[in-house]
């Protein structure tokens, strides 16, 4: 299934077990339910599974993400792409090289973070669907995170690539999402937002 990118982007919900103190599938399930128009599968970082506990935890979400018709993207993990039939993949500057996961996955969507304009020169933007920009506010959900770049970022990109899909990353929260939409963002990213929401239906309407 072909998904449209800049639609796909608004509410684009990012998770691992790492993040949950409940059962994650049941926090994608009623994610799912509210609206939510991507998700990330992002299993990273201290705590969070491995090997078989990894795909296993995958296949449900994956299920959860196909039921309701909503685009399943692996975080920086070629083999889970393959094993779960995602529908794309993200990575940084770090990751595997954006050639390469074209030349392997020539229909799949790419995503790539960005956070500086040398990493931007660097970066074969014409292989990606979208780019991540960020982090925009300091996070403490990333223990790895890079220092916060403001909305004067997006506002760059957007500027500089006028038709190119962006999301907004790093920090984002009710208060703060709409300001990352109106420097230009097609959507915005978010974690703890949702996974330690009392109300994640009213968490995500108000994203």
């Known amino acids: 299934m072909s998904f449209p990118i800049k639609p796909s982007l608004r509410k684009y919900f990012i998770m691992g ?3 949950c103190d409940r059962d994650p599938a049941e926090i994608l399930e009623a994610a799912a339910k509210a609206g939510i128009t991507a ?4 299993e990273k970082g201290p705590a969070s599974l491995t090997s078989n506990a990894k795909l296993e935890l995958g296949k449900q979400l994956r299920a959860i993400c196909k039921q309701y018709q909503i685009p399943f ?3 920086d993990d070629v083999e889970l792409v393959e094993l779960l039939d995602a529908d794309g993949i993200h990575v940084g500057q770090d990751d595997q090289s954006v050639e390469e996961l074209r030349l392997a996955f020539p229909t799949k969507i790419i995503g790539l973070s ?3 304009m040398d990493e931007v020169e660097r970066s074969p933007l014409d292989l990606v669907d979208y780019i991540g920009a960020g982090p925009i506010f300091s996070t403490t959900t990333k223990t790895d995170a890079k220092a916060a770049v403001g909305l004067e970022w997006i506002q760059t990109l957007r500027t500089q690539f006028p038709t190119l899909p962006i999301v907004g990353i790093g920090g984002i929260n009710t208060m703060n999402a709409s300001s990352v939409l109106q420097a230009g963002a097609d959507g915005v990213s978010f974690i703890s ?3 330690q929401a009392e109300d994640i239906a009213v968490a995500i309407e108000e994203i």
């Not at 998700?39 to 992002?42: N, S």
Request: aromatic share 12%.
């Open 17 to 19: 077990s790492q993040n």
């Open 39 to 42: 998700f990330q599968y992002r």
């Open 73 to 75: 993207i692996v975080n």
């Open 114 to 116: 960005v956070s500086n």
């Open 193 to 195: 937002v949702v996974t």
